[in-house]
């Protein structure tokens, strides 16, 4: 199985922040890489496909980007409604793997 | 409105059944990939099963392999995860998700349901 390890698990920001997380497999997934944002009482929203592919309806501050065995996410200027947990996900083969994800809360 | 609407979740004793249901609308079910994903308490996202667009191809976790059953009715837009010899650490909230691509095996996904709760104990 393909293991995805994201960090940090964690991480404290304020609104206008530049963060960055990040995301590494245990093998080449080439692009087959997608973040998903998850918040309490919410249905999981998909934010990017295919490593960088902005998933329709995403603002622009999302950007996906890596290679390989190494990716992020960043937000560019974070608002108050990104805080929540994020998860990146390799769908190159089965079984479909998650990171363990990474909490962002408002400092 | 494009959704899916998860149902069937409860309380269930260990080695119990459960069957958990997922109805699509707003799209057409037929041409996509549809799979299970949960999230147990306190922990993360864990893809369960997949299956593709006629049934042809079917995928499962190892943690649920033997015991869950993914199916689809295509004519009813439905999604099902049949679950049986539940265990303790099957308890989580089930998402019913769909592929981004159209007719695709293995995809990324884009649309999710809210969840149904599945609590497995005595």
């Known amino acids: 199985d393909i293991q995805m390890t994201q960090s940090p698990s964690s991480l404290s920001a304020s609104v206008g922040d530049r963060v960055t997380i990040t995301c590494r497999a245990s093998q080449d997934i080439s692009l087959y890489l997608a973040w998903y944002q998850l918040q309490p009482g919410k249905a999981p929203k998909s934010l990017i496909y295919a490593l960088s592919g902005l998933q329709s309806g995403v603002p622009s501050r999302f950007s996906g980007s890596g290679s390989g065995t190494e990716f992020s996410l960043t937000i560019s200027s974070l608002q108050p409604e990104d805080f929540a947990t994020y998860y990146c996900q390799q769908y190159k083969t089965y079984p479909i793997t998650f990171g363990q994800g990474t909490r962002l809360e408002i400092k | 409105e494009v959704q899916l609407v998860e149902s069937g979740g409860g309380l269930v004793q260990p080695g119990g059944s459960l069957r958990l249901s997922c109805a699509a609308s707003g799209f057409t079910f037929l041409p996509y990939t549809m799979n299970w994903v949960r999230r147990a308490p306190g922990k993360g996202l864990e893809w369960v099963a997949s299956i593709s667009t006629t049934s042809n191809f079917i995928y499962y976790a190892d943690s649920v392999k033997g015991r869950f059953t993914i199916s689809r009715d295509n004519g009813n837009s439905s999604l099902y995860l049949q679950m049986n010899s539940l265990r303790a650490d099957d308890t989580a909230l089930y998402f019913c998700?769909?592929?981004?691509?159209?007719?695709?095996?293995?995809?990324?996904?884009?649309?999710w349901g809210r969840g149904t709760y599945v609590t497995v104990s005595s």
């Open positions: 998700v769909r592929d981004f691509s159209l007719g695709a095996n293995l995809d990324a996904f884009d649309l």
